[in-house]
């Protein structure tokens, strides 16, 4: 008998281990992996760091390159992989779990560096965007989707505002710092030891520190369905049971007009976020500034963006979704012009650089919230995913349609329109978004 009871006790104890009611949602209670996902983010923001300013050099200086749209392919390669692995990141990690998907993520992305430092030609450079692609597409889209499990829907904003502050602030400082070590010493080979060592912990601390945060959805599933969070008159709630691949791609893309305004909020986001990544550094050195001074130029957009996402994601909490996405269009628009009137003004190029982080500050952790406010937790990684990909699809708009414009045109007109078309996107947003947040 007593046999028995230890045996019924022992096993009581090690089911309520895995039941969701040991689990708590919640920044506070969560607040040691929820530091080491934004740890682990920084690492993936450095490995997109670690070109900013090099590669694009590398590609005018090294190998002779001449066409703008040939020179920002490496970023159309790294866009168009990112964008299909998002699309299928979420329905991936709800099979096989966050952590699985985060860790793939990094061993894909173990060789860049290597590649990177070693490539002959430019094929290998851009054969390493592919990898880096997967890399981004996996292991950023885990750290969102695993921060968006601990935390639950109260705290979204903050919680998507730290992890994009981890990652791009990164994006910035490593930007800054591979310019440094490229003007000192070389475009080769110091910048990329770097990033060997970034990719390692990244990999190491993934499969060794991070946990699975499949438990906290499924509290949060069990939650919504119990009607315990209030949020049953959503639209999406008659679909949460049986929403395909298919039709979540439909009702993000399209069929919601929230969600529409969103994904090409998020498209033009990073339309203009590749150019400023590829074009902006050719641009740069057509005025004959020096690499540091296109280093430091270049690390002002992603350091303004990622340091006032820690404000933004949370203001999105309190004062709606809608209301800062679209003057943040509206405001990258207005920096990217200032860039191109400044000509060879210095102060002028830092002021249009830092409209472009303000901006971009307040649209991409709300964008992200938005999703999420709308996505029923058993489909919301999948709904993450499609945003993602629409957004991710920007980058390949950036680099091969705005370079091919450039190359046809000018550098100038090409950034005309690039502002134009973030200008526009605002407007819609304004016309056409409702808001999201749910009180």
Do not use: C
């Not at 981004?136 to 502050?165: P, Y």
């Amino acid at each position: 008998m007593q046999g028995n009871s230890t045996n019924e006790n022992g096993n009581n104890n090690n089911s309520k281990k895995d039941t969701p009611q040991t689990v708590r949602l919640g920044l506070r209670p969560n607040i040691n992996q929820f530091l080491i996902l934004v740890l682990v983010n920084a690492f993936v923001g450095a490995m997109v760091g670690l070109e900013q300013t090099v590669v694009p050099l590398i590609g005018r200086n090294e190998f002779g390159l001449e066409s703008n749209a040939l020179i920002v392919s490496f970023i159309a390669s790294f866009g168009a992989v990112k964008a299909v692995l998002n699309l299928f990141a979420g329905s991936m990690s709800d099979k096989w779990g966050r952590k699985s998907m985060l860790v793939l993520g990094w061993l894909f992305g173990l060789p860049v560096p290597f590649i990177l430092l070693f490539a002959p030609d430019w094929n290998w450079i851009i054969f390493a965007n592919v990898l880096l692609g997967i890399n981004q597409g996996l292991a950023w889209s885990m750290t969102v989707n695993m921060k968006i499990d601990l935390v639950g829907k109260k705290r979204r904003g903050l919680a998507l505002g730290l992890n994009e502050f981890a990652g791009y602030v990164s994006v910035a400082l490593v930007g800054f710092a591979t310019g440094y070590l490229a003007a000192t010493y070389g475009l080769k080979p110091y910048p990329f030891y770097l990033g060997i060592g970034f990719a390692l912990l990244g990999l190491l601390i993934s499969f060794f520190v991070v946990k699975d945060t499949r438990k906290f959805t499924l509290l949060e599933i069990k939650e919504q369905d119990e009607g315990k969070d209030g949020i049953k008159e959503n639209e999406q709630h008659a679909l949460a049971e049986t929403a395909s691949l298919l039709q979540v791609f439909s009702i993000t893309s399209w069929k919601n007009r929230s969600l529409l305004s969103a994904s090409q909020a998020g498209l033009v986001n990073n339309l203009v976020f590749g150019v400023t990544w590829g074009l902006f550094t050719i641009y740069f050195a057509s005025m004959d500034f020096s690499v540091n001074d296109i280093a430091f130029l270049k690390a002002i957009h992603p350091g303004v963006w990622g340091v006032l996402q820690l404000v933004t994601g949370t203001m999105s909490d309190r004062v709606g979704r809608k209301i800062l996405i679209y003057p943040g269009m509206i405001i990258q628009g207005i920096g990217v012009w200032i860039v191109l009137l400044s000509a060879n003004s210095f102060i002028g190029i830092i002021i249009g650089m830092s409209l472009l982080g303000i901006g971009t500050a307040l649209v991409y952790p709300t964008l992200l919230a938005a999703i999420s406010d709308i996505a029923h937790p058993k489909w919301r990684a999948t709904s993450l995913g499609v945003y993602r990909f629409w957004r991710d699809l920007g980058f390949v708009f950036g680099a091969i349609g705005i370079g091919f414009i450039a190359d046809l045109s000018s550098s100038s007109i090409a950034i005309q329109i690039v502002a134009w078309i973030a200008i526009a996107s605002g407007i819609f947003v304004l016309l056409v978004m409702k808001e999201t947040r749910r009180v």
